[in-house]
């Protein structure tokens, strides 16, 4: 039989665990901030679930696998004794992909309207909310908590990569 779920109420006071099993407020700048990449692996799951093509759907994966790592790193008071941490190789690979992707699609030199097609509208909803985590990554290290420049770089490269990504999927091809 499988086994039931159990409420720990834990959270009921408005207190979350870190990893370390620190308690702290889940209004914090690190629980908001590694919940915001919760909100964008969401997002990004909303966009393979609407059709995204093979190709699309193995970066949007790959994606969310560097957001459960980059949720774990920002989950520990201490990111030096993590051991999940976001690389220079995967902001490498971000890049790489924009360049490849900006090979087969010209960007626009205007503002964009979200909203072409649900695929491209999931990215750009993702995008955002990337964004919105960067912000929250920017305050917790202007509040002295521990942010390695690494992540700060991946989220900055990852929404322009979802910009890309986005401008990819409207077109026909």
């Known amino acids: 039989m499988a086994e039931v779920f159990r409420f720990s109420k834990k959270g009921d006071q408005g207190q979350t665990s870190l990893l370390s099993g620190e308690r702290v407020s889940k209004g914090s700048l690190r629980p908001e901030t590694y919940g915001t990449l919760d909100e964008a692996s969401s997002a990004l799951g909303l966009a393979k679930a609407l059709g995204a093509d093979e190709k ?58 979200p909203g072409a097609n649900p695929v491209s509208a999931a990215l750009d909803l993702a995008r955002t909310i990337v964004r919105r985590a960067e912000r929250c990554a920017a305050r917790a290290r202007q509040a002295g908590l521990e942010i390695r420049s690494e992540v700060q770089a991946y989220l900055n490269r990852l929404a322009d990569f979802l910009f890309t990504l986005a401008r990819f999927t409207e077109q026909d091809r």
């Open 56 to 113: 699309v759907r193995e970066m949007i994966r790959t994606v969310q696998e560097d957001l459960v790592t980059l949720g774990a790193e920002l989950a520990c008071e201490d990111p030096a004794r993590s051991q999940w941490r976001v690389e220079q190789q995967q902001i490498d690979r971000l890049e790489r992909w924009i360049e490849e992707l900006q090979q087969e699609v010209p960007l626009p030199r205007h503002f964009i309207l």
